[in-house]
């Protein structure tokens, strides 16, 4: 796990969050700045760039993809050739001093080449969220382009 | 004058839907109800969750879907989760749980104890060996074969 990470992002997906660190993050953008898309049932929308255009994803609470129409921004992961992003119904920022993270590693076989798309959680009292690993899920994110 | 030595062990039943297990009370940490199972995306059908316990994320498996079992796992007010120290060469933070159909009960096996070995044994990496408690068959878990299911590769 990276250590020096001042932020977390809350990512509300599906009726769930997870928290991705606020340094994975390349970009946040509003739904109405985004373009619709209608050429991939995987897409939920596109940013346009003059280096061409980025991928949003729209994902359930199981981080497969699914359609789904109440998300309200997405965030952009850098990635290479393009930047990969994900849309989510709510993005809140949160101070680490304000959360309890401790590792967590999953059973089982790694999802992904990279490795495990989790390497940590915040856990306190009964509330615990799954925090991404940023090049995993990037990976993950990329894989969905087929 | 020949002196006999006692050993003896305690160990902890944990009865589940399908298969008990026979474990020593010392590679565990605690016995708890079913707290709320945060699911995990991308694990296989044994990963039931991760809970929040003692500060720490410890996920929880079915040992019986871990065995190739396919059924989904039968929750009811009596299950409880049975917290596991973690493992030998794992991080001081892996801790892990085991669902259990009921509460766990004590069981002391001693040289004098006739642990039978049961004569349907399954045959299985992460079983050590079954054997019989009273009148239940029980399984003795291997637990380097557990290691290196939960955590291939470590």
């Keep these: ?27 946040i953008e509003k739904r109405e700045g985004l373009s619709s898309s209608s050429d991939s049932r995987l897409v939920a929308a596109w940013r346009q760039t003059s280096r061409g255009r980025w991928p949003a994803y729209s994902l359930d609470q199981q981080l497969q993809p699914a359609p789904r129409n109440s998300w309200s921004r997405a965030v952009y992961l850098n990635a290479t050739p393009n930047p990969v992003g994900l849309v989510t119904d ?15 590693h999953p059973p089982g076989p790694a999802p ?6 989790f390497n940590g959680a915040h ?15 990037t990976a993950y994110l990329m894989s969905l382009e087929g | 004058m ?3 030595i006692a050993h003896t062990m305690h160990a902890l039943v944990i009865p589940t839907t399908r298969v008990p297990m026979l474990v020593p009370s010392a590679i565990t940490a605690e016995i708890m109800s079913v707290p709320q199972l945060k699911p995990v995306p991308f694990s296989e059908n044994w990963l039931l969750g991760v809970i929040g316990w003692r500060g720490r994320a410890v996920p929880v498996i079915s ?3 871990l065995l190739g079992d396919p059924s989904p796992p039968v929750f009811h007010h009596r299950s409880k989760v049975v917290i596991f120290q973690p493992l030998s060469g794992l991080s001081e933070w892996d801790f892990f749980g085991i669902l259990a159909s009921a509460d766990p009960h004590p069981y002391t096996v001693d040289t004098a104890t006739d ?13 050590a060996a079954t054997v019989t408690v ?14 290196r299911a939960l955590y291939p590769g470590r």
């Design chain 2, 115 to 127: 642990l039978k070995a049961a004569a349907t044994p399954i045959s299985s990496p992460l079983v």
């Design chain 1, 90 to 104: 709510e993005i809140q920022l949160i101070p680490t001093d304000q959360l309890q993270i401790v590792p967590f």
């Design chain 2, 134 to 147: 009273g009148r239940t068959s029980v399984v003795i878990p291997d637990l380097d074969g557990i290691r």
């Design chain 2, 2 to 4: 020949a002196e006999t």
């Design chain 1, 123 to 137: 856990v306190t009292g009964d509330e615990l969220l799954l925090v991404l690993e940023p090049g995993a899920f």
């Design chain 1, 1 to 27: 796990m990276e250590l020096n990470i001042r932020q977390y992002l809350r990512l509300k997906i599906d009726e769930t969050s997870f928290l991705l660190p606020s340094t994975a993050s390349l970009a």
């Design chain 2, 63 to 65: 040992f019986e879907n």
């Design chain 1, 112 to 117: 992904t080449a990279v490795g495990h798309i």
